[in-house]
């Protein structure tokens, strides 16, 4: 599918929270506008379609905007932002991406990502949150290590199922394999890892999950789109095809219920280290 891609320039890159968002970091920046992972699995549920202030009502996988200035504007917003964040009695954190992956297939191409992570090298946040669904992380393995020296970095790789497809879906954009050894070799490299079930999908064998989980990364979070999603009860997810498939893989994976299924299940596996919904993405894990 052809891809609506523009190389554009930004006013601003940190972007003060609000909403969910307040309660995890104080700042949110996207490298990018709309994500081309949006046609894979993980798009299908994507909670940032609903959002037409940035989808300007362009279908969800289709654009794609090239902030080319981003580490600039990084480099020039973060202290007058750092002041801002300590008059809010709290530490400078920054979570990178919200609506949008910093590791899609054309960071390859135009490195933006690499560009504010080497910025915030010069500058660190007191805190970093990078999420991502793709292994293609490791290739700022260098900068990830150097950084978790400078500031508290938590890196969320979003593994939502043990299946690699749902029926009548297109297929997941990263192999599951692909990103449990790309939280292995992170976690190796001494920084913290977070699995982020998010949202849940049904796991076939839940055990064996988050065993593996258990033994590639720190923690793992595990947010249902029933509360997540942003809607009363999951609405806006409920008119997309993802309930549908969910339910033929498991009946009742659809039910905030089967979330604190897995919830116990996970908990003997990662003890004092699951996290649930936005408490989870913030950093605080249920008590073991
Ligand atoms: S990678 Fe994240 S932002 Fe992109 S489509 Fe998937 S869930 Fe949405």
């Known amino acids: 599918m052809a891809i609506d ?25 996207q490298p990018y506008r709309g994500c081309t992972y ?35 504007l990084y480099r020039s917003q973060v202290e007058r932002e750092r002041r801002w964040a300590e008059t809010r009695g709290g530490a400078f954190s920054v979570f990178m991406s919200s609506s949008t992956d910093p590791y899609v297939p054309q960071e390859r ?6 560009r504010i992570l080497q910025a915030m090298l010069e500058s660190p946040p007191d805190e970093l949150v990078l999420q991502t669904h793709s292994h293609l992380i490791l290739d700022d393995l260098s900068t990830l290590q150097a950084l978790s020296q400078v500031c508290r970095l938590r890196v969320h790789i979003s593994i939502e199922s043990d299946q690699q497809d749902l029926p009548g879906l297109p297929p997941a954009a990263c192999s599951v394999d692909r990103r449990f050894a790309a939280a292995h070799t992170l976690r190796q490299s001494g920084i913290f890892v977070v699995v982020t079930v998010s949202p849940l999908l049904p796991i076939v064998d839940a055990d064996a999950f988050f065993a593996r989980i258990a033994s590639q990364a720190d923690a793992t979070v595990i947010d249902h789109f029933i509360g997540g999603d942003g809607s009363p009860d999951g609405r806006r997810t409920a008119a997309t095809s993802l309930p549908q498939a969910m339910e033929q893989v498991i009946a009742g994976s659809t039910r905030l ?14 003890p004092g280290r699951v996290g649930v919904s936005i408490d989870g993405f913030a950093g605080s894990y249920l008590p073991a």
């Open 5 to 29: 891609l523009n190389q554009t320039t930004s006013r601003s890159i940190l972007t003060r929270t609000s909403g969910f968002l307040r309660s995890v970091t104080t700042h949110s920046l």
């Open 109 to 114: 191409r135009y490195r933006l990502s690499r």
């Open 38 to 72: 949006g046609n894979a699995l993980c798009g299908v549920g994507c909670y940032v379609q609903h959002n037409r202030l940035l989808t300007h009502g362009q279908r969800w996988g289709s654009f794609l905007d090239v902030r080319e200035n981003a580490a600039d």
């Open 257 to 270: 219920s089967y979330r604190d299924e897995v919830v116990d299940i996970a908990r003997k596996h990662l």
